[in-house]
């Protein structure tokens, strides 16, 4: 079945990066785009913007530009999400989402990540 | 940008009643609309897209409905394991943004 599989839980401290990878199995990766969400603790789902993993191409919502960069390695069917200069703002799961156009029916299981000093 | 506003933020019913969520969209996103749940420290989960289309697997107790820019989902006969975050989210075009989310409870 497709499926999409995180990396655990990470713990940094302020300044450091982060780098959580997404690995796709049961289908072409190449087909569906992957885009990235994040949820803060107690709070709702943010959209950070998408991978076109077929060209390699990001795009990036608006509060995640800069410090956050998305990539890919189509030999190993795996999306890569790096935030830098991390801040205890950043303390959130991170989730990736298979991008079909009838909605999102395959996510990641997500990724702690915690910043703290 | 297409700003989608969830209402309410949060309600508590009865087991067996029936409880309405809405999603307005700013502009016409004509039917690419999905309503997703969201059970505490779980995945979320695609329950409804194009406004109207239950996903496969998904309880036919939830329904979707659209009227211009207004979106609904129906809970007919809320069970307790309906407990959850419920979000809209438009996905035709970025920013694929989702609504603020509806806490649902039991009474």
């Known amino acids: 079945q497709e499926q999409l599989v995180q990396s655990g839980s990470e713990l940094k401290k302020p300044g450091a990066s982060v780098l959580v990878s997404c690995k796709a199995s049961g289908y072409t990766f190449t087909d569906y785009a992957i885009n990235w969400v994040r949820q803060a603790p107690g709070q709702g789902l943010e959209w950070m913007g998408w991978m076109n993993t077929d060209t390699g191409h990001p795009t990036y919502a608006q509060g995640f530009t800069g410090r956050f960069v998305f990539s890919l390695d189509t030999s190993v069917s795996t999306a890569y999400l790096q935030i830098n200069s991390l801040k205890a703002e950043d303390t959130a799961i991170y989730y990736c989402a298979q991008g079909r156009g009838r909605g999102w029916a395959v996510w990641g299981q997500g990724t702690l990540v915690t910043v703290s000093s | 940008d297409i700003q989608m506003t969830q209402s309410p933020s949060s309600l508590s019913a009865s087991v067996g009643d029936s409880v309405t969520i809405t999603c307005r969209a700013s502009q016409d996103i004509g039917t690419y609309l999905a309503w997703y749940q969201q059970k505490p420290g779980k995945v979320p989960k695609l329950l409804i897209y194009?406004?109207?289309t239950l996903q496969s697997g998904v309880p036919s107790r939830f329904s979707g409905s659209r009227s211009g820019t207004d979106f609904t989902l129906t809970i007919s006969n809320l069970q307790p394991e309906d407990v959850a975050s419920y979000y809209c989210q438009k996905y035709n075009s970025a920013p694929r943004t989702f609504g603020q989310g509806t806490k649902v409870e039991i009474k």
């Open positions: 194009g406004a109207s």
